[in-house]
């Protein structure tokens, strides 16, 4: 009896090992020593040859469970490692394409520094152009302000040559000028200057030696640009003077020649 009871303890002590292990392992390692464990069993039984049918068929029974274990266990982890290489090849695909999506992040960055360089290029060339437009209105207005005066001396100027010819015209006819006794007393006859007593026509000529721009504009009919190429040519030693320096074209010379003179 000890023979068959010392067995049978040996072969319980490895089932529970095995249910143990069993307990605290995981996956195919257990139920290869599960198996191994009842394949040593088996052995154990077939060498002391006793122990009863029923332990024979509890320890196939063990086997055949251990078997069908291992094939589970073999199954999942094919399928693990199928969820592993996928897993791998989304990692893959999952890099690839955080990689296109820093490239055109970058991309974008790029275009956007330098839409904004090419934003503040042209900021700085309104800019510029806006400063340059102000120059020219500021240098505009002190032309026009100069235009205006310029063109009230002339007004001054023409005024003051026709209220001559008026006096003029009047002295050549012997028509006395109008009184203005009604505004202010006559002058006594020491007041009046010699050149009122015996006033002198105006010269017929214009000598351009010494003539202003504005009375060659008014008189000889000139430019005014014309008029101050001859003031800035000056002396003139003769009358073709103004054409041998370019001055005057030989056609609007033709035209004033008879009106001009160079005396100095």
């Not at 006395?176 to 009046?192: E, H, K, L």
Request: net charge positive.
């Amino acid at each position: 009896m000890q023979a068959h009871s010392r067995p049978v303890c040996w072969m319980k002590e490895l089932r529970a090992a095995s249910i143990a292990d069993t307990t605290h392992s995981g996956g195919e390692a257990r139920m290869k020593f599960r198996w191994m464990a009842a394949i040593v069993m088996i052995g154990a039984v077939s060498m002391v040859g006793c122990v009863s049918q029923s332990k024979y068929e509890e320890a196939m029974g063990d086997v055949d469970s251990a078997k069908s274990e291992l094939a589970l266990a073999r199954t999942q982890k094919n399928a693990l490692e199928q969820q592993v290489r996928t897993l791998k090849d989304l990692n893959v695909k999952s890099g690839s394409e955080a990689q296109l999506a820093r490239d055109e992040l970058e991309r974008i960055q790029h275009g956007r520094d330098k839409e904004r360089g090419g934003v503040e290029d042209r900021a700085k060339e309104l800019e510029a152009h806006t400063r340059q437009l102000s120059a020219q209105n500021r240098a505009l207005r002190h032309e026009y302000e100069d235009v205006k005066r310029h063109n009230d001396t002339l007004k001054s100027l023409v005024a003051r040559y026709q209220k001559e010819l008026k006096d003029q015209s009047r002295s050549a006819a012997g028509v006395p000028a109008p009184s203005v006794s009604s505004v202010s007393p006559a002058p006594s006859a020491a007041s009046v200057s010699p050149a009122m007593k015996d006033p002198q026509p105006l010269s017929s000529s214009m000598n351009v030696n010494k003539a202003s721009a504005g009375d060659m504009v008014l008189v000889l009919g000139l430019s005014k640009d014309v008029a101050d190429r001859v003031v800035t040519n000056r002396p003139y030693r003769v009358k073709g003077e103004l054409v041998a320096k370019n001055v005057l074209p030989k056609e609007t010379f033709d035209l004033i020649k008879e009106r001009i003179s160079v005396s100095p």
